[in-house]
């Protein structure tokens, strides 16, 4: 699954498309340190006013700050609002 | 996000509160059946959140399974709903809405712009001969039709425009100036001068001429008249005068130009000042009233979308420019130059076309704060203006009257 996904991540490399398009791999927007937009997710893990967990196909995504408030959830992206001080990225046991 | 959320707010959205500890779990679970929530929001014990009133019919099983409460339901669906309890509000409203677009969508008032108040009854007049009557729908006036028939109706008509404005019509009229009456060639006339002056010349070819050469005339003195003796009778008649006559004119100029003056310029600030405008009020916004003490000014009107339109208001931006007195030294050459010029100007108004200077003497002098010019040019032109002759009538005496009567 991990090596068709990087398979078809390279594609679109070479095609010049979105990787978001072919691939699994999400995409992730930053507006400043206030907003933070990102693709191709899987749902929350975690969400506090303070964090906010991210699952993603390879790596779970932990957004740190205050004032956190989801602008808007569906089920292909997540908008997150709010001072952002850091974004850290675990990779998936 | 703007725009959806007010596409929410006309098709309607329910606002929810989910009050489980773990709330990632519910949000995902929603999530996965697709439905869209947005305005997340984590309180102490519960979390708020909205989805739109679609999603929340069609999941309404899985909601009431996740045990989310709802706290309200917002939109134009659910006020539209309120009124299908309240049918005469309703019907009220319908019914305004439909009256609103009747009489929005008629004129109701013709205004005649530039023209006195008897061609505006007559034009008024026209257009109601030609059914265009108040009240009249927009679509059935035709401006490019009532333009043309006012140019065909109205030959002094030099300028029209017809437009619709508002419930206006607005009929924009120029009228030809008035030419002047030119006087045919077989019309009894004398020449008169329409100066002073001191004939040089004169060559009367038709009518009796009244001067000679050396003669002092006044403006309006008869120069040649238009009254003949017959050669076989004793008998006065009338004929179109014509001649050339030129003669000589003095003018005499006196003209004074300060050595120092007071000139306003300007210097490199600016400040702005902003007005809301609500019909003929204005209202400042921002910026000091009057920022400077001498000052240019300058303002423009800012129109904002659909507001501008529907309630007349408008943002005005006044720019004023600092403006600083000083005092200018004028040199006597510039000085002179100057007098001449405006001399020439005044002289170039005074004369006519074919006029010919013979002799000018220009004087300069000068005190502590003036500059003088005193001039008289001499000038030959032609000084002879035609005037209609027109015959008396005949008067009848009471007696013959009396006798015809008698008879």
């Known amino acids: 699954m991990s090596k068709f996904n990087n398979f078809r991540s390279k594609l679109a490399d070479g095609l010049e498309i979105p990787n978001d398009a072919l691939s699994d791999n999400f995409n992730l927007r930053m507006h400043g340190n206030k907003k933070v937009i990102i693709e191709n997710h899987l749902g929350l893990t975690i969400y506090e006013n303070d964090k906010v967990g991210i699952k993603t196909v390879k790596n779970n995504i932990l957004v740190k700050g205050s004032k956190f408030k989801i602008e808007e959830i569906n089920d292909y992206k997540v908008i997150i609002k709010g001072d952002i001080d850091e974004i850290i990225f675990d990779k998936k046991e | 996000m703007f725009i959806f959320k007010l596409v929410s707010l006309l098709r309607g959205y329910v606002i929810i509160r989910l009050k489980t500890n773990n709330c990632e779990k519910t949000l995902n679970l929603l999530r996965k059946n697709g439905i869209r929530m947005w305005d997340v929001e984590k309180r102490e014990s519960d979390v708020k959140l909205k989805i739109s009133y679609e999603d929340y019919e069609k999941y309404k099983h899985i909601i009431e399974k996740a045990k989310i409460e709802t706290v309200s339901k917002k939109g134009l669906v659910f006020t539209l709903k309120k009124l299908k309890v309240r049918k005469g509000f309703a019907a009220g409203l319908f019914i305004l809405l439909i009256c609103l677009y009747v009489l929005s969508s008629l004129v109701w008032n013709v205004e005649v712009v530039g023209v006195n ?12 001969q030609n059914n265009i009557t108040t009240p009249i729908s927009h ?11 006012l140019y065909n109706n109205f030959d002094e008509f030099k ?6 404005e508002g419930s206006n019509l607005i009929i924009f009229i120029r009228e030809k100036k008035p030419e002047k009456a030119e006087i045919e060639g077989s019309e009894p006339s004398s020449i008169i001068s329409d100066k002073n002056a001191i004939i040089t010349k004169i060559i009367a070819k038709s009518g009796q001429p009244m001067v000679k050469e050396g003669d002092v005339v006044y403006e309006g003195q008869t120069l040649v008249m238009g009254m003949v003796k017959n050669k076989n009778s004793e008998e006065f008649m009338m004929v179109p005068s014509d001649g050339i006559i030129y003669g000589k004119i003095y003018h005499n100029f006196e003209l004074k130009e300060e050595k120092s003056k007071n000139m306003e310029t300007s210097t490199d600030n600016s400040k702005n000042v902003y007005y809301l405008q609500i019909n003929d009020d204005s209202i400042k916004i921002i910026g000091d009233k009057k920022p400077f003490e001498n000052y240019n000014y300058r303002e423009s009107t800012i129109k904002i979308p659909i507001i501008s339109d529907l309630f007349h208001i408008t943002l005005k931006k006044c720019t ?37 200077t013979l002799t000018s003497s220009l004087n300069f002098s000068e005190d502590d704060s003036f500059y003088y010019l005193r001039a008289q040019i001499e000038i030959v032109e032609s000084i002879g203006e035609k005037v209609k002759l027109s015959s008396m009538p005949e008067t009848v005496n009471d007696e013959t009257e009396e006798e015809r009567m008698e008879d």
């Open chain 2, 117 to 128: 108040d008897i061609t505006e009854k007559n034009v008024i007049k026209l257009l109601e």
């Open chain 2, 139 to 149: 679509s059935s006036i035709k401006p490019k039709k009532i333009e043309t028939m």
């Open chain 2, 159 to 164: 300028f029209v425009e017809v437009y619709v």
């Open chain 2, 320 to 356: 004023y420019y600092e403006q600083v007195m000083k005092t200018v030294e004028i040199d006597e050459n510039t000085a002179n130059n100057k007098m001449k010029v405006n001399m020439y100007d005044d002289l170039l108004e005074v004369c006519g076309k074919d006029a010919k």
